[in-house]
């Protein structure tokens, strides 16, 4: 059976489409918080803004938000892949512990705070990086995948200074000897 | 045999009874459904 499509003619609020698995919705307008919360399977497609944790605890799937979102942005993401065509909020991907997030234009203060695993990617300027959330190198593989996720949206993925962000894993196990790295992230 | 496309104005029914008729046409197999007036309602899809 094909999976749904939902559409929506119009904005809608908190949640939408929360807990969903499988099917493809598609919102013609902007969204409140947490669109896409706790997402299994399926896509969300917003064109327009995005509230504050868009695609939180994500586990499968896919969000795409055109505009801005809010902070908290991808908030313990256990899989799926945000994509936010805009800007993101303080302390996007905070706690993230699996999967892909895509911000096109700017991050603010502490992105990546505090995540255990998954990958940020950031084309604008990341106004601070969180605590133990550090750049790593992009690769070819960094690169198409960009490709793959951006093209089918319009949005150029090359010509872009990409940041790839990752966790530092200094917070995996506690250390005595890294006592600042745990108190500043506390 | 299920119609190509539902259409639902959410302005005449209550969320609960917007989510439950999404989930009655994915379960009848309706390929796509267009929902108007949704007005920034909370917690629209949710199953």
């Known amino acids: ?186 | 045999m299920a119609t190509l496309t539902s259409e639902i104005d959410c302005s005449a029914h209550t969320t609960r009874e917007i989510n439950q008729a999404i989930k009655r046409a994915a379960a009848d197999g309706v390929p796509e459904i267009r929902l108007t007036n949704p007005a920034a309602r909370h917690c629209l899809a949710v199953p």
């Not at chain 1, 499988?22 to 995005?50: D, F, K, P």
């Not at chain 1, 993401?77 to 999967?99: D, E, I, N, P």
């Not at chain 1, 950031?122 to 995948?145: N, Y």
Request: aromatic share 8%.
């Open chain 1, 1 to 186: 059976m094909t999976p749904i499509h939902v559409i929506f003619d119009g904005p809608v609020g908190w949640y939408c489409g929360g807990m969903s698995d499988g099917g493809r919705i598609t919102v013609n307008g902007s969204c409140g918080w947490s669109v896409g919360e706790n997402l299994m399977s399926g896509s969300i497609e917003v064109h327009g803004n995005g509230g504050s944790s868009a695609g939180a605890t994500l586990r499968g799937g896919r969000v795409f938000v055109a505009g801005t979102t809010g902070a908290r942005s991808g908030i313990s993401m256990k899989g799926g892949t945000l994509v936010v065509g805009g800007s993101v909020g303080y302390m996007s991907g905070f706690m993230m512990q699996r999967g892909t997030m895509i911000v096109c234009g700017d991050a603010a203060d502490g992105i990546g705070d505090s995540m255990y695993e998954g990958t940020v990617y950031v084309g604008g300027s990341v106004h601070s990086l969180g605590a133990d959330c550090v750049e790593a190198d992009m690769t070819d593989d960094d690169r198409a995948l960009l490709a793959t996720e951006l093209d089918p949206h319009g949005i150029a993925s090359t010509g872009v200074d990409w940041k790839k962000l990752v966790a530092g894993k200094k917070l995996w196990n506690f250390s005595k000897h890294e006592y600042d790295a745990w108190r500043g992230a506390l």
